[in-house]
T-cell receptor
Framework: KQEVTQIPAALSVPEGENLVLNCSFT??????LQWFRQDPGKGLTSLLL?????REQTSGRLNASLDKSSGRSTLYIAASQPGDSATYLC?????????????FGKGTKLSVKP | NAGVTQTPKFQVLKTGQSMTLQCAQD?????MSWYRQDPGMGLRLIHY???????DQGEVPNGYNVSRSTTEDFPLRLLSAAPSQTSVYFC???????????????FGPGTRLLVL
């Protein structure tokens, strides 16, 4: 059974710092991997989606990489800002199955201090 | 274009009561799903649908029913609420794969449910 783990569970950094969030998965047979952001009391917002054939995706200050063979993905946030404070969730979609079901990690709660 | 909407935002139920959580989308997405989010457990799939008239179970379906009569709506029914169903419920939608569209999933704002 696929398991998704995110380390660390919580992270506090000063504003301006570059940081990396980690996601690992136990079965490399994934269709894609998606990073989400969740603000307190809110829904999930998709940040980046990496197809299994891709190595990385970039959007603004965010860069996500994928290494399927090692079962790892990282989300790099450059020049962090207080507005980046949120919980970041990693989710994988596997081949087969139901065409879209995601398996989530428990998230990394990020706090960026001014 | 409202995206994915969920109602109610918050609900308190007594054990044994029934209710329906509503999810609606205006993006014409074929795939819709329900997740629950619990502290320390992450999000877990309850039920999903790949189109009108087609539903299936996810990881934690017990105690929940769904139906999909239209593309736009995917209600989640609790027939007899239990305290273990206290959670935050999210609806998500996306295009069905096989078409040339991104696989990005869109989530609603959630419904917070407290069962006493």
């Amino acid at each position: 059974k696929q398991e998704v783990t995110q380390i660390p569970a919580a992270l506090s950094v000063p504003e301006g710092e570059n940081l990396v969030l980690n996601c690992s998965f136990t079965d490399s047979a994934i269709y894609n991997l998606q990073w989400f952001r969740q603000d307190p009391g809110k829904g999930l917002t998709s940040l980046l989606l990496i197809q299994s054939s891709q190595r990385e995706q970039t959007s603004g200050r965010l860069n996500a990489s994928l290494d399927k063979s090692s079962g790892r993905s990282t989300l790099y946030i450059a020049a962090s800002q207080p507005g980046d404070s949120a919980t970041y969730l990693c989710a994988v979609r596997e081949y087969g199955g139901s065409q879209g079901n995601l398996i989530f990690g428990k998230g990394t709660k990020l706090s960026v201090k001014p | 274009n409202a995206g994915v909407t969920q109602t109610p935002k918050f609900q308190v139920l007594k054990t044994g009561q029934s209710m329906t959580l509503q999810c609606a989308q205006d993006m014409n997405h074929e795939y819709m799903s329900w997740y629950r989010q619990d502290p320390g457990m992450g999000l877990r799939l309850i039920h999903y649908s790949v189109g009108a008239g087609i539903t299936d179970q996810g990881e934690v379906p017990n105690g929940y029913n769904v139906s999909r009569s239209t593309t736009e709506d995917f209600p989640l029914r609790l027939l007899s609420a239990a305290p273990s169903q206290t959670s935050v419920y999210f609806c998500a939608t996306k295009r069905v794969p096989g078409l040339v569209f991104p696989e990005t999933q869109y989530f609603g704002p959630g419904t917070r449910l407290l069962v006493l």
